[in-house]
């Protein structure tokens, strides 16, 4: 339900999980609130960033509509498209009658490991892969920002991002993609929505994915139709990943 106006305005910066709230809370109590956008679409990560199978765009699309029937101002409207410090300062914000700034223009800069090689054509950052794949629609044949789609795919990270990027992989036709975490395999599921069972099988809840850890393990993931793994194998991998970055180059699979 619309709640009455209190006539103070006040500018969302990102329309992420972070703005969407506040704008919604905001909202709820009177306030004229606007989000404003970088890209074309409102979502934040929720739309480039997770994927469609682990997070439908129907979903968020349906908490967007729910915040313009509150009287946000929001995605297709006048704001969309608009870099809060290059088209409009956070000084003109308040000239133009906001009573409050929110930022929340999210944590999405990659990191890079400063390693040979990271300037190499088919490097992304998992950034840029997830972004081209779920908003982009670098899947189609007809889109503007297509990626890559290789047979073998490397992936170096072992949390959620790095498992989004793997599993789009697989999905845009990779053969064989591995996970390269430079902690042991203990360490790799705290960090994702995994579980390891009790005879060392591992569920990724994905399909084929090769894990590389410094405890010296490639373990592939096989998955039944009902989310079981199927079976794993292990070989000798020649060197560890630690955290110093030259220590990659070491990597060698007998």
Same mark, same amino acid.
Request: aromatic letters at 6%; hydrophobic letters at 45%.
């Given at each position: ?24 809370? !905001? ?65 003109? !914000? ?29 490097? !992304?950052? #998992? ?122 180059? #070491?990597?060698?699979?007998?």
């Amino acid at each position: 339900e619309k709640a009455v106006s209190n006539g103070i305005k006040v500018a969302v910066v990102g329309s992420g999980p972070a703005g969407l709230t506040c704008a919604s809370d !905001l909202a709820k109590k009177g306030y004229q609130v606007s989000i404003f956008e970088a890209l074309h679409t409102a979502g934040g990560v929720l739309v480039y960033g997770i994927p469609e199978f682990r997070l439908p765009k129907a979903i968020v699309q349906k908490e967007v509509d729910g915040l313009k029937a509150l009287g946000v101002t929001i995605a297709t409207d006048t704001v969309t498209n608009m870099v809060i410090g290059r088209v409009l300062t956070i000084d003109e !914000l308040f000239e133009m009658g906001y009573k409050a700034v929110f930022v929340g223009s999210g944590a999405g800069l990659p990191m890079f490991m400063n390693i040979p090689g990271e300037s190499l054509k088919g490097v !992304l950052s #998992a950034n840029e892969y997830l972004t081209r794949t779920n908003l982009m629609k670098a899947y189609t044949e007809e889109a503007d920002t297509p990626v890559i789609k290789s047979k073998a795919v490397a992936v170096v990270g072992g949390g959620n991002v790095a498992m989004d990027a793997a599993r789009c992989a697989m999905r845009l036709g990779a053969e064989h993609v591995y996970i390269v975490y430079r902690r042991d395999v203990t360490e790799l599921v705290r960090n994702v929505p995994c579980r390891v069972y009790p005879v060392g099988r591992l569920d990724m809840y994905s399909e084929g994915l090769l894990l590389m850890t410094n405890d010296g393990a490639l373990a592939q993931a096989m998955l039944h139709p009902r989310g079981e793994v199927d079976k794993v194998y292990q070989v000798t991998v020649s060197g560890t990943l630690e955290r110093s970055p030259e220590r990659l180059s #070491a990597i060698r699979m007998l």
